[in-house]
């Protein structure tokens, strides 16, 4: 069974940094292709970033684009969120989802993913 499971989260201000990591159990993590998604309350869920299986393509939102960034270690089995320059708006869920073997810019459509975390909460004070 496959397992996505997000840490990280937290309450920050406006400005700070937060890193979520996921760690994936179950499968073999070089052969999925990983993003995040975030749900912000009473919002539909949406794309922030994505790294292909071999992290040799990422694609970013363009809300969060030159602020967040997304790498792997498929050593530990665990993508990375990085993000900066937090803003209120980014306050949400977020969601690490996965999908074989598809190269990042193709992972924005949140119906195509096959596995899900059960999010982390991240809220940004202004």
């Known amino acids: 069974q496959v397992q996505l499971v997000e840490s990280g989260g937290g309450l920050v201000q406006a400005g700070e940094s937060l890193r979520l990591s996921c760690a994936v159990s179950g499968r073999s993590f070089d052969s999925l292709s990983m993003a995040w998604f975030r749900q912000a309350p009473e919002k539909e869920r949406e794309f922030v970033a994505s790294?292909?299986?071999?992290?040799?393509?990422?694609h970013f939102a363009d809300s969060v684009k030159g602020r967040f960034t997304i790498s792997r270690d498929n050593a530990e089995s665990t993508v990375y969120l990085q993000m900066n320059s937090l803003k209120h708006e980014d306050t949400a869920v977020y969601y690490c989802?996965?999908?074989?073997?598809?190269?990042?810019?193709?992972?924005?459509?949140?119906?195509?993913?096959?596995?899900w975390g059960k999010g982390t909460l991240v809220t940004v004070s202004s």
């Open positions: 790294i292909s299986w071999g992290g040799h393509s990422t």
């Open positions: 989802a996965a999908q074989s073997y598809v190269f990042a810019p193709m992972m924005t459509n949140s119906n195509d993913m096959e596995y």
